[in-house]
């Protein structure tokens, strides 16, 4: 890793508090505001206790000890409303920053270039991030919290720090000899001075040291809990079936049971914390001693002497606080970095500015002309050569081997990645020069890999806030929903809901619905429906279906895609006889182009592809 210096320190951090001015600007002001009142409630206390002590071994005053009572207990009950109502404001707020930070990772992961989400080294990336902000609070959550209370440290080294000045540089009147008149002396301040720059620089030091060993201890955590991470994905029927219990409970015995990065921060918290007691110990008795010497010779009064002596013991104590939080702020300067390094990832997607028209009569026209595709970081050409046209309600079938390019050359038609060579035209126009989502809105897509989330039937089927009831019930019905519907109608009845308002599983309600993975399958098709885009296209979303459902599943499909342009991928031959062009991939290439019937009279790829799996087939029919 690069040496990390003041200036990304300082980049680091201002750009940090920039985003969290815009996320959670209130929440600054309030714990601010907290902290400072906090400390400057602390020196209100020692000062009117120290006019009260002097005033009481003085002149004592009636009015002026009655004037002094009533500021320290209003005072004291002002600072103390002030501060509580920046607590509870501060605390409600409090609740709601880990949703912002989720809000900021999220955003992030929206603007990001589709080619990045595939692309492992981001994703491990991500997952570090992620793992050092659970862990250790690192990265953007630290700068939350650390810098209101560095300000509030910062307040609490200035009040004490101006205090014990002035018990350093107060003088007694009179002669004195001998140790009393060094004390009374500048130089006695300036060994003083030197001590306390001495005592400064060596808590720096060390505070910089732990933290070096304890954000090594950290970085091990961090692996481990990754390491948690994946084995909580292994619960459940594999655990089951293969007897894994004992390998994982190795594992966690190994990292959990006297774990290296738990002696390291045991060694290194006894470590420092042995040399910062007496080094602590040590100031205070000295500025104690010489403060006390200054008071015995006359320099201030009993209450000065009270005074001076809570701001010495808050002194030391600011100096390690201060240079504790610093230290922590340096150090996550690079947790910041590969936050940074995540948010900064370019996006070279070329939007285009040309809107795309608006047909009625969805008379759009894609060309592949001469295109070739290799995947970012590889030499290897995915797809090579590829030149076709789509035209105005095709019903279009991709097949071929796994491998062989299908689902690249689908997210080049999309857009999720532009030609390495060539061109892909719509309506005789390069499609990099349309604008970037108004192209994306021609399609719908159902991929091998399509997700549901938990939210409402409803939002699902319309992937949007709000849903056109109506509409959504007919298209899950023309997706083969409809005998889910009648089923969640009279679930809703007796629930008194609406039954597209039931959430899909039970992760945020308890009473949502449970699907099959037929049920999903048809959802997803639904949703496809409801977007009404020019382009349909199927990547094989049914690759779990059998033969036979899969087959029924494309049929209904292409019956219910109407004057749509669809395509449809799939490794099974005989789902896509339907179709009156099927275009057959083989290594990258399209090595066959043309209907069922033509292409099986022709000895090639396609025949090959049959009559394997027609073979299978029969076998298992006979079986």
């Not at 104690?288 to 002596?309: M, P, Q, R, T």
């Not at 000895?603 to 079986?623: E, H, M, R």
Request: proline residues 2%.
């Amino acid at each position: 890793m690069a040496k990390i210096g003041l200036k990304d320190d300082i980049y680091c951090l201002k750009r940090a508090m920039k985003i969290w001015r815009e996320y959670a600007p209130k929440y600054w002001t309030f714990y601010m505001i907290e902290k400072i009142l906090q400390q400057v409630s602390v020196y209100f206390s020692l000062t009117m206790s120290a006019l009260l002590l002097d005033e009481i071994s003085g002149a004592r005053d009636e009015k002026r000890l009655i004037i002094f009572a009533l500021l320290t207990v209003f005072g004291g009950f002002l600072f103390s409303v002030l501060s509580r109502a920046a607590q509870m404001k501060e605390s409600i707020l409090d609740s709601r920053n880990y949703y912002k930070y989720t809000q900021i990772m999220f955003d992030a992961n929206c603007n990001l270039q589709y080619e990045h989400l595939e692309d492992p080294d981001v994703r491990l990336l991500s997952e570090k991030i992620d793992a050092n902000t659970r862990t250790i609070y690192g990265g953007l959550m630290s700068i939350l919290y650390n810098v209101p209370n560095t300000i509030g440290a910062l307040t609490d080294l200035v009040l004490s720090l101006s205090l014990t000045a002035a018990a350093l540089f107060a003088s007694a009147s009179g002669q004195f000899s001998g140790i009393l008149g060094f004390i009374n002396s500048p130089w006695s301040v300036f060994i003083i001075l030197l001590n306390l720059g001495a005592f400064s620089a060596l808590t720096a030091r060390l505070r910089v040291l732990r933290s070096k060993r304890e954000g090594e201890a950290r970085e091990e955590i961090s692996l481990t809990n990754r390491r948690y991470m994946a084995y909580g994905h292994l619960w459940g029927e594999d655990m089951t079936i293969f007897g894994l219990h004992p390998i994982v409970l190795e594992e966690y015995r190994k990292h959990t049971l006297r774990p290296s990065w738990l002696l390291k921060l045991q060694k290194t918290g006894f470590i420092f914390g042995a040399l910062d007691a007496p080094k602590n110990a040590a100031m205070q008795i000295i500025i104690h001693l010489y403060v006390a010497a200054k008071a015995f010779c006359g320099a201030f009064g009993i209450g000065s002497f009270v005074l001076y002596e809570g701001a010495i013991s808050r002194f030391v104590s600011a100096v390690d606080d201060i240079t504790e939080l610093i230290t922590q702020l340096r150090i996550n300067t690079g947790y910041l970095k590969n936050t940074y390094e995540f948010f900064d990832l370019p996006n070279n997607m070329y939007k285009g500015t040309l809107a795309v028209e608006k047909r009625d009569d969805l008379d759009y026209e894609i060309e592949f002309k001469d295109v070739s595709f290799k995947y970012p970081r590889t030499d290897e050409w995915t797809l090579r050569h590829i030149s076709m046209k789509f035209k105005i309600g095709d019903k279009i079938a991709i097949v071929g081997e796994n491998g062989s390019g299908k689902t690249t050359f689908i997210k080049l038609l999309c857009r999720l990645y532009d030609p390495t060579e060539g061109k892909i035209l719509l309506n005789g126009i390069d499609i990099t020069r349309y604008r970037y989502n108004e192209y994306l809105a021609l399609f719908s897509v159902v991929f091998q890999d399509f997700r549901l989330f938990g939210f409402s039937l409803g939002d699902n089927v319309s992937a949007g806030l709000g849903y056109d009831e109506k509409r959504a019930r007919d298209c899950l019905k023309r997706a083969g929903m409809g005998e889910k519907l009648i089923e969640l109608d009279k679930k809703a009845e007796q629930d008194g809901k609406n039954a597209l308002d039931y959430c899909f599983g039970r992760e945020y309600d308890i009473k949502g619905v449970d699907f099959s993975g037929g049920e999903e399958q048809k959802t997803a098709l639904a949703r496809a429906l409801y977007k009404d885009a020019p382009f349909v296209i199927l990547d094989e979303p049914t690759a779990s279906l059998d033969p036979l459902a899969e087959a029924a599943v494309y049929e209904n499909f292409n019956s219910i895609s109407k004057d749509r342009t669809s395509v449809f991928i799939s490794h099974r031959l005989s789902s896509c006889r339907f179709c009156e062009r099927i275009l057959v991939f083989d290594k990258g290439r399209i090595v066959q182009d043309g209907s069922h019937e033509g292409l099986y009279l022709e000895d090639g790829k396609y025949k090959q592809l049959w009559d394997a799996q027609a073979v299978y087939y029969q076998n298992t029919k006979q079986a």
